[in-house]
């Protein structure tokens, strides 16, 4: 959203600020334990296909680890210890069956997508690391995507209970956690188009008032005409929609720019997580995952964008500096 207006935010900073620092250092010590387990998966598979998969990621891992460990030394940072060279573990390979594999490096992904989101989030000083987080991000739900369909056809993924009112003429199924997510995205994005509504009538600032524009055209609508189809689609309840008509307060210094962006800023940073958790426990509807996959993207986009205009503006709070 409006790159344009962001280029003297991007190059304010090139330091650090001190969750930023522990961004690093903590997703490195997460990629060395990885490395290390999944070097002890890679020796216990016996599927070519799951061999395939753990060796992929443990590239993957790899790979991260060395980026992380280049950015540390970059910023004088010591880092955590490197992963093991080798793995020989003393018991059998058959003592680690290749479901139990698959299943927990699921879980292993899935939360990855979290602690990559945190590290977005608060990395808001610098945006080259911000940037690689967002990257990182999005290798990471692709491997879980990639991973579900594989367990799926595997028959190795429990199955979530099933949407029992589905109507007939609909050919796809969604489990009851994607029911409910599909209902809440929708509820989350009525009350967010009503409130954007309202920021936009109070707002004073022409750069902020065309940025609240855009939330509203080129995401919030869209989006919104998109959930609502898949809520008739799956027979879904439809959450009842706050009233589309505001008017502007009288005495609009009633409402300031300053606290309405920081206000909008808090309520991106909660809605990431709601997405992330969409998008992970999507088992059963290999497109409403995608779905979610997107939406997160774009919420994350958002979040990027918000934190670079809040930086140009001055309206951001910056977080603690790290100064050793």
């Not at 970059?74 to 003393?90: E, Q």
């Not at 939360?111 to 989101?117: D, G, N």
């Not at 919104?224 to 309840?237: M, Q, S, V």
């Amino acid at each position: 959203m409006f790159s344009f207006i962001f280029k003297k935010a991007e190059e304010k900073q090139s330091g650090l600020n001190v969750s930023e620092v522990y961004n690093l250092w903590n997703l490195q010590e997460t990629r060395a334990l990885d490395v290390d387990r999944l070097n002890i998966w890679y020796h216990h598979a016996h599927d070519p296909d799951l061999k395939y998969m753990v060796g992929k990621q443990l590239e993957e891992s790899r790979n991260c680890f060395k980026q992380l460990e280049s950015k540390l030394k970059t910023h004088g940072i010591a880092g955590s210890r490197k992963p093991r060279a080798s793995v020989n573990p003393s018991a059998t390979s058959e003592s680690l069956l290749d479901e139990d594999i698959g299943k927990f490096m699921l879980v292993e992904l899935q939360e990855e997508t979290e602690l990559i989101l945190r590290c977005i989030r608060t990395s808001t000083t610098n945006d080259e690391i911000r940037r690689m987080f967002i990257e990182m991000m999005g290798r990471s739900m692709k491997d879980l995507d990639t991973l579900i369909k594989y367990l799926k056809a595997k028959g190795w993924i429990s199955q979530p209970p099933i949407y029992p009112n589905v109507p007939v003429e609909t050919k796809e199924h969604i489990d009851t956690a994607e029911a409910y997510n599909l209902w809440d995205h929708l509820t989350y994005r009525y009350d967010t188009i009503h409130q954007t509504h309202l920021w936009y009538e109070n707002a004073h600032d022409g750069e902020f008032k065309m940025l609240l524009q855009r939330g509203l055209t080129a995401t919030l609508e869209k989006q919104i005409k998109l959930l609502e189809k898949e809520i008739a689609h799956f027979g879904l309840p439809v959450p009842t929609a706050a009233s589309a008509a505001i008017q502007a307060n009288q005495d609009t210094s009633i409402l300031d720019d300053k606290y309405m962006f920081r206000t909008l800023y808090r309520g991106i940073l909660g809605a990431g997580y709601l997405h992330v958790l969409a998008y992970k426990q999507s088992i059963t509807n290999d497109r409403i995952r995608t779905l979610f996959g997107k939406l997160s993207k774009e919420e994350i986009d958002i979040l990027n964008s918000l934190i670079l205009f809040g930086k140009m503006k001055g309206w951001l709070n910056p977080a603690p500096e790290y100064r050793p």
